[in-house]
């Protein structure tokens, strides 16, 4: 399929097949969807086509829209070098694929651990103080913000009971990006076009990684996030950008081995807050263990 265009690689029976497979009778709306994404982007129009259909694909096995106005998942364009069969350096461009902040919610909400999940801008009004050592955010979100835009808060909170907020200063946000980004300083790139959801999906897809509960398609979403997708289905990706991240899933815990952790608890060898960073333990598993106390 390498010599075809990307509307040829999508007129292929076992194309098409695989894609009606992965997203039912919307397969023929899936291709338009794709195909006029293309089309209307001039560089995205000069990408190697397997490298769209790479993505779009992805996007289906995580059942994110690639709908720009939804903000779920974007195929991007970008520019890579490469070597050719004689040695010489060429600028290719390719499509990555990036995940947006919105979708990493939809991807959340999904897995049925989170009660509430959020990440919004923090205006010079509604900023007070920040402590980095506690991570203590003294802002008011119940007025309007107004001024200039100073940071960026996310807030998850699971149904277990563990709440935790995150706060990055813009100044901290544009670090980031510039060291972990190739893009950051393109005047084409996200990161110029559309600053403010790609702070969001930074911190949010920063603290869902370190303290979220992870199902297999988020670890999945965020492993492939800001690659240029090789095979969808073995998950061969190449990194563009320095940030992809891959995050191990918690592991699930059988009710039998409950017990093990009661006594661990009462022994001080652990804590419920350990048990929850390391394992998915369930509403009831957790409030089980709530219980439980140091014995002296």
């Known amino acids: 399929m390498s010599n075809l265009t990307l509307k040829g690689i999508f007129e292929k029976d076992s194309v098409k097949q695989k ?22 982007n001039a560089l995205l129009a000069k990408a190697d086509p397997m490298s769209i259909y790479n993505c779009a694909m992805m996007s289906a096995a995580l059942n994110l829209s690639i709908n720009q106005n939804l903000g779920h998942a974007y195929i991007i364009p970008y520019n890579e070098n490469k070597q050719d069969e ?27 651990q989170y009660k ?5 801008e923090v ?19 119940s007025i309007d913000g107004e001024g200039e835009i100073i940071g960026y808060v996310a807030y998850l909170s699971l149904l277990n009971g563990f709440e935790k907020t995150s706060y990055w200063s813009k100044a901290k946000v544009e670090k980031h990006g510039a060291k972990f980004s190739k893009t950051y300083n393109n005047p084409k790139g996200v990161w110029k ?10 911190v949010l897809k920063n603290t869902i990684s ?12 965020i492993e492939v996030d800001q690659a240029v997708i090789k095979d969808p289905e073995t998950m061969d990706v190449d990194y563009v950008d320095a940030g992809g991240e891959v995050v191990k899933v918690k592991d699930a815990v059988p009710d039998s081995e409950l017990p093990a952790f009661v006594e661990a608890i009462k022994a001080g060898n652990t804590t419920l807050e350990d048990l929850d960073a390391e394992y998915a333990l ?14 002296d």
């Open 210 to 221: 370190k303290w979220g509960v992870l199902s297999i398609e988020m670890q999945k979403a």
């Open 116 to 120: 509430a999940i959020n990440v919004i």
């Open 86 to 112: 004689n040695g010489q350096w060429q600028k290719v461009c390719v499509a990555q694929f990036q995940v947006g902040w919105k979708g990493i919610v939809q991807l959340a909400l999904r897995s049925g």
């Open 19 to 40: 894609i009606t497979e992965m997203v039912g009778k919307n397969s023929t709306g899936f291709i338009s969807s794709v195909l006029q994404i293309a089309t209307n």
């Open 282 to 295: 369930t509403f009831e598993q957790s409030k089980a263990l709530a219980d439980v106390k140091i014995e």
């Open 123 to 141: 205006y010079e009004n509604q900023f007070k103080s920040f402590n980095s050592l506690t991570e203590e955010l003294d802002a008011d979100f």
């Open 193 to 202: 076009q559309d600053f403010d959801s790609m702070a969001k999906k930074t």
